[in-house]
């Protein structure tokens, strides 16, 4: 059998099952409203929360660094690699964060790779959320450290793992500050409590908190007020910051010891210098002011409310992630089609990113949705809500 044909059927597999996708291609930048096949198509599924992707400040910033810069850095960060405007944004990072230091990635993604695998080593032993990111678990996978996993937010099971684990020689608990899937928060303030009884660390990726939950979208650990007692914060600068890249901020120390290990870091050439400027002016944005996200909060709590109100299961939501559950992957698959037809792109999310009959279409609101946008949402969302027997 040639390799094509092996695909071919891993393919056919994915078709029968309704889980088998076409890359959608839009014809306009991130927005509100977006363009594809030449329709204008209400977003309801980016990640750009505030709205940044298109801000002016950000724009301007970007094509003058272009303009003192170039388009490329050149090099990885340890060789010539490190522009100014890089550690600018470190600094400002930091600052923003609380933190001693901070050190930027090409991703979250390469973020928790790097840090993970850094921070590591065989006499560890690594505890994660059951629900972190796809990152998270192939950051873990880097590592000969042995791993635990809790079950969802169980902080019943986390102590019991804290307690059979305390011949290793450092404890890491892991979680994701705001779920991806389900768009509840963690329980960090208990985590923080044990890690403190059972002397572990606790390392908390914000990708979806960082411009979201806090002050001014400070993250999940000004959100609980335990600045000083998070020890490890991982952002990224792809989401609500609005362009691309990742960052830890946390001790100098760990910032040195990832200049030495992170791998991404070491051998992967660093953001192009527009990123960081645009990443700079972006964090500049948010201490400015903390209306894009008091916005955003507005929008994202009315909206949960009226679709509750309206009968549909929003799962754990908290946050401006609402997943509407549908059930199994093809029924989930036709609800997201019906949704585009009447003008709502809401991405549908099934088996194995989430259990088989909890196929999910996954409602990111913004910022910038006016009250008019989403009263348009509610509309079609309630026909064919209606339609597939979700709602009365
Ligand atoms: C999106 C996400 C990432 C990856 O961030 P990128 O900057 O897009 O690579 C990492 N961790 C979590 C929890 C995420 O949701």
Redesign the pocket.
């Known amino acids: 059998m040639g390799y094509l044909d092996d695909l071919a059927s891993d393919i056919d597999g994915w078709k029968r099952d309704g889980r088998y996708r076409k890359i959608k291609v839009w014809e306009s930048g991130s927005d509100t409203w977006m363009t594809l096949n030449g329709r204008r198509i209400l977003q309801m599924s980016s ?1 750009n929360y505030l709205g940044l992707t298109h801000h002016p400040k950000l724009k301007e910033a970007a094509s003058q660094a272009i303009d003192k810069y170039g388009v490329g850095s050149g090099s990885v960060r340890t060789i010539t690699g490190t522009l100014d405007i890089h550690e600018e944004l470190e600094i400002e990072l930091a600052t923003f964060k609380g933190t001693e230091a901070a050190l930027v990635f090409q ?4 973020t ?1 790779q790097g840090a993970l695998s850094s921070i590591l080593g065989p006499d560890d032993v690594v505890i994660s959320d059951e629900l972190n ?1 796809a ?2 678990i192939d950051g873990i996978r880097l590592t000969k450290a042995s791993r635990k996993i809790y079950a969802h937010k169980d902080m019943d099971q986390l102590e019991a793992v804290l307690k059979e684990t305390q011949h290793h020689r450092k404890r890491v608990v892991v979680t ?1 500050g705001v779920f ?1 899937m389900d768009g509840d928060i963690a329980p960090l303030p208990a985590i923080v409590q044990l890690a403190e009884t059972y002397d572990a660390i606790v390392y908390v ?1 914000d ?2 908190a960082s411009g979201v939950l806090g002050k001014n979208g400070k993250g999940s650990t000004d959100h609980f007020g335990l600045h000083g007692r998070v020890h490890i914060q ?1 952002g ?4 609500a910051i609005g362009a ?3 960052y830890v901020a946390g001790a100098q120390l760990l910032k040195e010891h990832l200049i030495h290990t992170a791998r991404p870091f070491l051998f992967s050439t660093s953001q192009p210098p527009a990123v960081a400027a645009t990443c700079l002016a972006a964090i500049r944005v948010l201490q400015g002011s903390a209306d894009l996200v008091t916005r955003l909060w507005d929008n994202a709590n009315d909206f949960r409310t009226q679709l509750k109100q309206l009968g549909f299961d929003t799962g754990a939501s908290e946050t401006p992630i609402i997943p509407i559950i549908v059930g199994d992957p093809a029924r989930t698959m036709r609800f997201s089609d019906r949704l585009l037809e009447a003008g709502i792109f809401a991405q549908g999310i099934v088996y194995p990113t989430v259990a088989m009959d909890k196929g999910r279409v996954r409602l990111i609101v913004t910022a910038q949705h006016t009250k008019e946008d989403l009263a348009f949402a509610l509309n079609a969302l309630q026909q064919v809500g209606r339609e597939f027997g979700l709602i009365s």
């Open positions: 990640n991703s979250g993604f390469t928790n990111h990152s998270i994701d991806s990726d990708a979806h991982i990224t600068l792809s989401k691309v890249g990742g």
